[in-house]
């Protein structure tokens, strides 16, 4: 038996501009049984790089790196196709001896692999005709009449799970609470999972000082030659962080100050957003980073016996 499979699975967690990927690439350096597996929604587009904070093609070269350029930016991208092109990724990681290390902050494409959730299908049609309504409590009061325990589940001002959960029901008729024990159930898992938490006004800093620093590194060169792409972006990717704020200055709709403000402030909501979906997993460590997140590299290696 291959000595990698002793140490357990590993999932680095924690919000935007934690530190993350750089922790990712330490372990990975220092414990050569890694590969990386990135949880990042955005980072799965080509072409989308320096917003996304993507690994450099050096860091992917020192070390493998999977779910990251596997689709076109006008492509539809379901998280049913994460999931299984993920755990495909893990197997194929596995039957090398090797281990799979995810990394990201998408919470949710986190559950689709340590739970194995069953992932309700797409209802376009449905969609579209449900976010024509814009009365949310209306909305709400619908899936209270037709999904009563899933109305229970989230809470009243909470559009787009609400629109969720009536695609599903609606769109499948079968009720979207029957999927699973649905994401406040949390079972025990394979994965040693690690979070990096840093103070709020540290992430604040630390989103504000990237945000320029992608800006000078091209960014900006980068959302035009993507709008100037001949076929059109998809829904997920033209609403993602920094670039649907720059996409708007391009278009002539605001002026670059306001788009560069508007994506900083709008970074910082994800953020917490973040932080209030990792807190309720009670599976997470939490290691607490002051300053630089080698810090916190030997408490890893001890966790995993190194």
Sequence with gaps: MNESRTKPRLAIVGTTASGKSKLAMLIAEKIKDFEIISLDSMQIYKRMDIGTAKPTREEQAKIPHHMIDIVEPHEEYTISQFQIEAQNAIEEIESRGMLPLLVGGTGLYLRTIIDDLEIPGQFLETRQRLESNPNTAELYQ?????????????EPNNRRRIIRALEVTIGSGTKFSSYGPGLSVYNESAYQIIGLRRERDEIDRRITTRFYAQMESGFLNECEAL?????????????????KHLFQYLKGECCLDEAVEAAIKDTKKYARKQERWFRRDPRINWIDIDDDVAESLPQILKVLGE
Aim: zero cysteines; hydrophobic letters at 35%; aromatic letters at 4%.
């Design 142 to 154: 619908k899936l209270s009449e037709l999904d009563p325990v899933a109305s229970t589940r989230m």
């Design 227 to 243: 709008i100037d792409s001949q076929d059109p972006l998809s829904r997920t990717a033209s609403q993602a962080l920094g670039y």
